[in-house]
Every structure is written in structure tokens, then in C-alpha cells.
T-cell receptor
Framework: AQSVTQLGSHVSVSEGALVLLRCNYS??????LFWYVQYPNQGLQLLLK??????LVKGINGFEAEFKKSETSFHLTKPSAHMSDAAEYFC????????????FGTGTKLQVIP | DSGVTQTPKHLITATGQRVTLRCSPR?????VYWYQQSLDQGLQFLIH???????AKGNILERFSAQQFPDLHSELNLSSLELGDSALYFC??????????????FGPGTRLLVL
């Protein structure tokens, strides 16, 4: 079985500050990991994914995440927050070879303060 | 605009009723996925169809069923509705069978309220 835990249901950062959203996973086998973003009143959008290979994954909108097996973590970062980054972010995991049977975290709402 | 359309946008119904949610994938996409987002359960994967055939099932209740038609649109049928079924239902589509090399596109969702 797999699961993800997102630390902090709400995170506030100042515009221009570092964004760090935390995600830890639990899996008995190497997982595949994702970050999704949901803007208000919109559907989900995939930010980035880790499948195999390089553990530092770059995504859209300047976000990146690093898969750390020893820490069972997949934290999402962005060097400088922008007002348009205000949204809800979901970490997700699957053990399948594709988008099937993805298990989502509970989400972190990011507030960007001007 | 992702190119995935969902109808209706909003749906209000009563307990015990049955509703049908519709999803039209992006042109050329063969896979459709359904998800439920509720306050109680969070985001959950429900089911995946590829070219008309069911490929994977998640936490989908027996009262719920889905199908994908020859024109590739999909419908999610929810019956014997309960208050707890109130949620946002998303569909997504991708071009192939759902491998990671594909991009998954999400629709705007159907908001269901059961009274």
C-alpha cells in the first residue's frame, strides 16, 4: 500500500520568498511521485513527476522537487514566490506504471503575501 | 482551457436519486480518468478507461458506475445518492493508455450537491 503525507494544510510566504511544500511518502517498493496544482475553481494540473532517473525533477512555472529515498520525501520548492502561485498543491503517489491508482495527499494551500 | 469538457458544471439533487456526469476528452485522447474531490475523503482516483475498456479501478463505490463510449466520451453514473456523495467530480484525459510519457489533462469538474 502507498500513502503520502503533506505537512501543513496552509503555508504563507511573502512574494519573492522561497516556497517549500513538504511531502513524505510511504511505500514498500520504489514509488512514482507527483505534484499537482489546483487553482481556485479549476481542475488539477500536473506540475512535475518523478518516475525514474534523475532525482531532481524540474516542472512547470519554476517549480522543482527532489526525490530523497533515505528520507522518503518529495518536497516541492520554488526559489521565488509569485502572486500567481497562490493555489492548492497536492502530492501524489502510485505504484503502477502510469496515472492509474494514484493516491493523493490532503493538499497544502499556498498563500502569497504581497 | 485544457480541452477536456465536463457537463453539467453544477448539479443539485436529492438523496436516493441517480445522476449522470459526462466527460468529453481532448480530441484524439483515448484515456479517460475519473476522480472525486470531497471534504471528507479528499481527492480520490475512481476509475480509468482506455479506448472503451476499463483499465483500473480505485475507490469507486458499487453504487457508482462508468463507461466510455465508441466516440470516447465517458459517463459516470451515481445512483442511490447519499449526502456524502456531495463532491467535485473531475475527469481527465490522456492520449494513450496512461503511461508516464503522456500528459494528463483535467477538466473543470462537475460540482454535485446532494440534499
Amino acid at each position: 500500500a502507498q500513502s503520502v503525507t503533506q505537512l501543513g494544510s496552509h503555508v504563507s510566504v511573502s512574494e519573492g520568498a522561497l516556497v517549500l511544500l513538504r511531502c513524505n511518502y510511504s511505500s514498500s517498493v520504489p514509488p512514482y511521485l507527483f505534484w499537482y496544482v489546483q487553482y481556485p475553481n479549476q481542475g488539477l494540473q500536473l506540475l512535475l513527476k518523478y518516475t525514474t532517473g534523475a532525482t531532481l525533477v524540474k516542472g512547470i512555472n519554476g517549480f522543482e522537487a527532489e526525490f530523497k529515498k533515505s528520507e522518503t520525501s518529495f518536497h516541492l520548492t520554488k526559489p521565488s514566490a509569485h502572486m500567481s502561485d497562490a493555489a492548492e498543491y497536492f502530492c501524489a503517489v502510485t505504484l503502477s506504471g502510469g496515472y492509474q491508482k494514484v493516491t493523493f495527499g490532503t493538499g497544502t494551500k499556498l498563500q502569497v503575501i504581497p | 482551457d485544457s480541452g477536456v469538457t465536463q457537463t453539467p458544471k453544477h448539479l443539485i439533487t436529492a438523496t436516493g436519486q441517480r445522476v449522470t456526469l459526462r466527460c468529453s476528452p481532448r480530441s484524439g485522447d483515448l484515456s479517460v480518468y475519473w476522480y472525486q474531490q470531497s471534504l471528507d475523503q479528499g481527492l480520490q482516483f475512481l476509475i480509468h478507461y482506455y479506448n472503451g475498456e476499463e483499465r483500473a479501478k480505485g475507490n469507486i463505490l458499487e453504487r457508482f458506475s462508468a463507461q466510455q463510449f465508441p466516440d470516447l466520451h465517458s459517463e459516470l453514473n451515481l445512483s442511490s445518492l447519499e449526502l456524502g456523495d456531495s463532491a467535485l467530480y473531475f475527469c481527465a484525459s490522456s492520449v494513450g493508455a496512461g503511461g508516464f510519457e503522456e500528459t494528463q489533462y483535467f477538466g473543470p469538474g462537475t460540482r454535485l450537491l446532494v440534499l
